[in-house]
């Protein structure tokens, strides 16, 4: 090929390579014409970005080849997404723009590339709360148009996180937050196990590196007795298997350390307590109409061996998730007496369960109750995006509230299945239904039993909405849903509702106004909806005519327009960012070093949900007039915090002090013994001097657990606590914690 001269023989040999690659990587029939497509693409994408080099070095044309690569190998996606993936970032990048790629390559690959661009502040007339939030609202948006743009989007940050070690530290704490809080829970929802695995696997690496080395290393030290263990487990399956004539493929799997992480934080368990750190996956190869049959035979094969854990059995053969997977899960006894998790799948399941929808969509000639569950979901999407009129921020929480959500199966009076987030109510069942169910909703049947509107729906629930004339949207009915879909609904509900009354109340405001000799302006009304703490004018208009704003409540505002607004307002609306440390001590202020930003004079708070102490590793997060946030990296919060506000992130390190005392909680498990209450006090008091800030005792039958909070200097002390704590005959486990307790 013919490259410009901005790249030396060696990387010119590179790239002949990988194009190569991306060739045998693109699967299934390539016609010609699909072919030249893809090699323009790759020769306008090499020149267009011929000047630009990546952090590494190298040039910049790598990456969006190896995004092509990933979107045909890993996704199994064809021409056009392997086209838009090579052009992915030409329009952002360089002075090419969406009309050109249009002309030159198609209006659906330019569809992808724009959805694709990313937003900057230019492109707001206004200012905006975040704009990664921003660029999220509009990745959801071209979603609901063209599934395409998200699953290449996903390539491309896949790759982002496999090349992430050449970028600043901030800059990688910035990607991994918004990975994990968004792209990764994105790409679980479209069935891309594999992708989301490692996606959050290298956020953990990123956003909490010593969490990452330490359970590498212990899960070094189990490995080889692990795989022995399910060796033998698989011999006796195997060969019985091979006798009844079922072809199966039996596989041992590792789970990643942030699966592992996410267990051992969930349960409080350690390492060597997660039964399922390997999992025996077996592979059948058979007929469509066989899957069924042969799966559950797998499952009595294994039955006449070993004795199942019934409570632990999943079903998704019957109940496939919504993004097309299906798999029995079962739990067995092994005879050294371990409980070893076991997948069955057919070759088909198991493709759709790593590729995701796009493996999926190639077996949609056996249309089931998954690919309309797909379906529901992604017009759920469009229902949302063209219904919501809530800033971006708002919009993403709502969107990732079913992101996040495991999944039940309900079904209608008819007996029309109908997939839900665990935790939905009957409210959220009828406004899934239709809007106008929702908002005339009262009660429902639930397997012929009445319930209330805020009635917790089960797996198999049938679900018989009762609906009223007389029952209108409220405010309070949000205390009873879980969905973003229904929010939206409602929302837009108290809306024309509440604009029902505006005549009305308009005519009746007008008389205050009159009786007032003030006149009556859209900019005066403006003033006494926001001084009454009102979110508008319809708002005011409803209260008003409703009676719960009267002539008493508008005479004050009009004869002091200059008055405070609603304070309630204020700290509602800005009490979310950054607050005092109430339980630290005042000595306990931490001596940062800022590198960045350093015009905010307005100091620094520990944050009390994560508790950082020097020798953690720390992010700060700044807002203006505000005090700089001090968080550990992987605490919810700021994972939240960076994901949205990525630029607010500031460089930050612990000057080490042994005058300054940080709190630190642990919760510790031992055995109920006289004395062990007393032992450990003054382990803690005496031995260490610390200072216990609180300390709980519960004990049931032999097993007592105490969680106590104290007082360190730095990382180091806390665990030389630990590390004594544990040597005591009575200590079963010890676990540092994030929260403090109330005492």
């Not at 410009?4 to 029939?29: C, F, H, I, N």
């Not at 969406?98 to 206004?126: C, H, M, W």
């Not at 294994?302 to 019957?318: A, C, E, G, K, V």
């Not at 708002?394 to 079913?402: G, P, T």
Request: with cysteine; charged share 25%.
């Amino acid at each position: 090929m013919n490259y410009p001269d901005t790249y030396s023989r060696e990387e010119q040999l590179e790239m002949d390579r990988l194009y190569d690659v991306l060739l045998d990587a693109w699967k299934g029939d390539k016609k010609e014409a699909d072919v030249e497509l893809v090699k323009k693409a790759y020769e306008f994408a090499a020149w267009a970005h011929k000047d630009a080099r990546r952090k590494s070095g190298e040039p910049y044309i790598f990456h969006p080849i190896a995004v092509a690569i990933i979107v045909a190998e890993e996704i199994g996606m064809g021409a056009t997404s392997i086209t838009s993936a090579l052009l992915h970032d030409v329009v952002e990048d360089t002075e090419y723009t969406v009309e050109y790629i249009s002309q030159e390559y198609g209006p659906k690959v330019a569809r992808v590339v724009k959805g694709l661009t990313k937003l900057s502040s230019i492109d707001f007339q206004n200012s905006i709360e975040s704009i990664q939030a921003e660029n999220y609202r509009k990745i959801v948006n071209t979603m609901s148009e063209d599934i395409r743009v998200i699953l290449v989007k996903l390539a491309d940050r896949l790759h982002n996180m496999r090349t992430l070690e050449s970028m600043a530290h901030h800059k990688q704490l910035k990607i991994a937050s918004e990975t994990v809080s968004f792209y990764a829970p994105l790409a679980f929802r479209l069935g891309l196990f594999a992708i989301k695995s490692e996606l959050e696997n290298l956020c953990l690496k990123y956003i909490n590196p010593q969490v990452y080395e330490s359970i590498s290393l212990q899960i070094n030290e189990i490995r080889d007795e692990k795989i022995k263990e399910l060796e033998e487990f698989i011999v006796p399956i195997k060969e019985e298997l091979e006798r009844v004539g079922i072809k199966a493929e039996l596989k041992i799997i590792e789970r990643r350390q942030s699966s592992l992480w996410e267990r051992m934080r969930k349960f409080g368990l350690s390492l060597d307590e997660i039964y399922d750190a390997y999992v025996l996956r077996i592979i059948i190869d058979c007929p469509l109409d066989m899957e069924k049959i042969q799966c559950w035979q797998t499952f009595g094969v294994m039955t006449m061996f070993y004795r199942p854990n019934n409570s632990r059995l999943r079903d998704w053969l019957s109940f496939p998730k919504t993004n097309g997977y299906e798999s029995i899960h079962a739990v067995f006894m092994s005879k050294h007496g371990n409980w070893i998790e076991t997948q069955i799948r057919t070759q088909r399941m198991n493709i759709i369960a790593e590729r995701g929808v796009m493996a999926y969509l190639k077996y949609k000639n056996d249309v089931n109750a998954a690919e309309n569950s797909l379906k529901s979901w992604l017009d759920n999407v469009i229902s949302l995006t063209n219904s919501s009129d809530s800033s971006a921020v708002e919009f993403i929480n709502s969107f990732k509230l079913d992101l996040f959500s495991d999944e039940i199966f309900v079904f209608t009076p008819k007996g029309e299945m109908k997939s839900m987030p665990k935790g939905a109510t009957v409210l959220d069942f009828a406004y899934m239904i239709h809007s106008e169910i929702g908002n005339h909703c009262i009660g429902a049947n639930v397997n012929k039993k009445l319930t209330t509107i805020d009635y917790v729906l089960n797996m198999g629930d049938q679900v018989e909405v009762i609906t009223s004339e007389y029952q209108h949207p409220q405010e309070k009915s949000f205390e009873f849903l879980v969905t973003s879909l229904a929010k939206t609904r409602l929302k837009v509900g108290i809306k024309d509702y509440k604009r029902s009354f505006k005549e009305d109340g308009k005519s009746k405001l007008k008389e205050c106004f009159d009786k007032l000799n003030v006149e009556f302006t859209k900019q005066n009304i403006n003033m006494v909806a926001e001084k009454l703490g009102l979110a508008g004018r319809i708002d005011l208009y409803y209260n008003v005519s409703i009676g719960k704003v009267t002539f008493q409540d508008v005479e004050p505002v009009l004869k002091n327009p200059h008055s405070n607004p609603n304070t309630l307002l204020k700290i509602l609306t800005f009490g979310l960012v950054g607050s005092n440390n109430k339980t630290e001590k005042p000595s306990a202020a931490p001596k940062e070093e800022v590198a960045e930003n350093e015009d905010d004079n307005s100091g620094y708070t520990i944050s009390t949900c994560c508790n950082p102490i020097p020798g953690d590793d720390v992010v700060a997060i700044t807002f203006p007039n505000q005090p700089v946030q001090i968080h550990r990296p992987d605490c919810p919060k700021a994972i939240e915090l960076m994901s949205k506000y990525g630029n607010n992130i500031v460089k930050a390190k612990w000057q080490f002090s042994e005058d300054i005392a940080f709190m630190a909680t642990l919760k510790i498990s031992g055995v109920n013994k006289l004395g062990f209450g007393t032992e450990l006090f003054t382990l803690l008091s005496e031995d260490f001097k610390l200072d216990i800030y609180s300390i709980k005792m519960q004990s049931e039958g032999g097993m007592v657990d105490v969680t106590v909070s104290f007082y360190v200097n730095n990382l180091r002390q806390l665990e030389t606590v630990i590390d004594r704590l544990r040597k005591m005959e009575l200590v079963k486990k010890v676990m540092r914690i994030e929260r403090n307790i109330e005492s």
